[in-house]
């Protein structure tokens, strides 16, 4: 394979990747936003205010987790963190948007229901 069809290769896999990530990042700050504005129109805390469907979840995890085990592996060929900015880059945003969903669904204004 010449030098410019696997340059070219990876930029595709960057691009999608990173496409893959912007979508996570607006559905992560729908359900942030979605929360707040259910915590503020009930007037505070309440338990079981907002409810996440079963499979939703388990497809966002999904999701997460073939993305972070993509990036690592990408990282790791293209030899290490120094030479992998962008990488990187993409692998901290899409963990960040994890743990904010994750601590979306262990609120306790929060549950998972089978829909």
């Given at each position: ?9 990876i ?5 999608a990747v990173a ?6 990042c ?6 942030l ?8 129109k009930s007037?505070?805390?309440q ?8 499979s939703g979840?388990?497809l966002?995890?999904?999701l ?16 290490g ?7 990187t ?8 948007n994890?743990a904010?969903f994750a ?6 204004v929060s ?5």
């Amino acid at each position: 394979m010449s030098p410019s069809v696997k340059g070219g290769s990876i930029a595709i896999f960057l691009i999608a990747v990173a496409l893959v990530v912007a979508v996570q990042c607006a559905y992560t700050f729908g359900q942030l936003y979605h929360v707040a504005i259910m915590v503020y129109k009930s007037g505070g805390w309440q338990r079981r205010l907002v409810s996440f469907g079963q499979s939703g979840v388990y497809l966002y995890i999904s999701l997460a987790i073939v993305i972070v085990l993509a990036m690592l592996s990408f990282i790791k060929s293209a030899g290490g963190v120094s030479r992998a900015k962008v990488a990187t880059a993409v692998l901290i945003i899409s963990l960040i948007n994890s743990a904010v969903f994750a601590a979306l669904v262990l609120l306790p204004v929060s549950e998972v229901v089978v829909r």
